[in-house]
């Protein structure tokens, strides 16, 4: 009887013990369940995340590209623009020479002109002196 009386103890303690580990793990299945349920939606998250950040990254290549292509177009105009200017400074600076060159060709026309007439001017003096003296 005691045997028994023992034996039936332990089967009620671990029985007990038993229902006490079945609810554990069910305690801990569902504990698991909701962490996974938690990694599926931290991971659909990341992954949103990393595809926006993809996504922006694209745009930001395609803007950086578009910036720099409209800058090395400004650029080359820029360094055009420049050699225009200088270009068209030699030609004024070229075109202010010939100016300065053509007023004096025209001042010495002038000048040659005036004496030329000064001397004939002085020759027919001096022919209308040789007259007057004879």
């Known amino acids: 009887q005691v045997s028994q009386r023992e034996l039936d103890l332990f089967h009620q303690d671990s ?3 038993m229902k006490k ?5 069910k ?3 569902e504990h698991l369940k909701g962490l996974r349920s938690s990694a599926k939606k ?3 998250t990341r992954d949103r995340y990393l595809k926006t950040i993809d996504d922006k990254e694209k745009q930001y290549n395609v803007y950086l590209n578009k910036f720099l292509d409209t800058s090395n177009r400004f650029a080359n105009e820029k360094v055009k623009l420049e050699e225009l200017i200088k270009k068209s400074q030699d030609e004024s600076q070229e075109c202010e020479k010939r ?3 053509a007023e004096l060709s025209v001042f010495q026309t002038w000048k040659e002109t005036e004496v030329w007439k000064l001397n004939g001017t002085v020759a027919k003096a001096e022919a209308n002196l040789q007259m007057l003296k004879a």
Do not use: F, L, N, P
Not at 21 to 25: G, I, L, N, S
């Open 15 to 17: 029985e007990a013990q």
């Open 21 to 25: 580990w079945q609810q554990e793990k």
């Open 27 to 29: 305690e801990i299945r």
């Open 42 to 44: 931290h991971t659909d």
């Open 99 to 101: 100016a300065v060159k």
